[in-house]
T-cell receptor
């Protein structure tokens, strides 16, 4: 079974703090993703990485950065947390590439609920 | 117009009902159509997918794609309280990065 783990289930930080959210996958997947999920807005892609040290901006990268130094680990960094970054953060990974007729399935972690006060 | 539209619900049904969940989309390049299920306080998990048009059945679940109308559906037969969750449709293109475009999700509540 694919397992994607996230460092914390719940996190409370203060405005201006630097926040690190960590994600680890154990299936040697090439691709890793960070999303945030908000009521009424759904899942929005922040950043993704298709290889070690490679990253691509998603739909809402502002205020975030990422780091992927090892294949199994993908970190999301909030350089200076703000209250509008209070959200559920979800990490996902996928194998990369695809066979004919099958999508590149994304497997999600349990999420980190971040509250910025 | 958003790329993928999905009614957020909630959709409340009695146990045993047939449920229909739907998404519309605007990008004709989408070829893979997926349904994810998300229980409260958990991450989404893939329920089933279809490639291009047609139907696909898996137990009580049937996924349907109508590319001419840019409309996809998930049917749940004999719904159970354990089906209560948020259902997200997701779509991707056949080439390029493996990114998905998600609908906002429909919350389904099945009462005993």
């Amino acid at each position: 079974d694919v397992k994607v783990t996230q460092s914390s289930r719940y996190l409370v930080k203060r405005t201006g703090e630097k926040v690190f959210l960590e994600c680890v996958q154990d299936m040697d997947h090439e691709n890793m993703f960070w999303y945030r999920q908000d009521p009424g807005l759904g899942l929005r892609l922040i950043y993704f990485s298709y290889d070690v040290k490679m990253k691509e901006k998603g739909d809402i990268p502002e205020g975030y950065s990422v780091s992927r130094e090892k294949k199994e680990r993908f970190s999301l960094i909030l350089e200076s947390a703000s209250t509008n970054q209070t959200s559920m953060y979800l990490c996902a990974s996928s194998l990369g590439g695809r066979g004919a007729g099958s999508p590149d399935t994304q497997y999600f972690g349990p999420g980190t609920r971040l509250t910025v006060l | 117009q958003k790329e993928v539209e999905q009614d957020p619900g909630p959709l409340s049904v009695p146990e045993g009902a047939i449920v229909s969940l739907n998404c519309t989309y605007s990008n004709s390049a989408f070829q893979y159509f997926m349904w994810y299920r998300q229980y409260s306080r958990k991450g989404p998990e893939l329920l089933m997918y279809t490639y291009s048009s047609g139907n696909k059945e898996d137990g009580r679940f049937t996924a349907q794609v109508d590319k001419s109308s840019k409309y996809i559906s998930l049917f749940i037969r004999d719904s159970q309280p354990s089906d209560s969750a948020t259902y997200l449709c997701a779509m991707s293109r056949p080439s390029g990065y493996s990114t998905l475009t998600f609908g906002k999700g429909t919350m389904l509540l099945v009462s005993p």
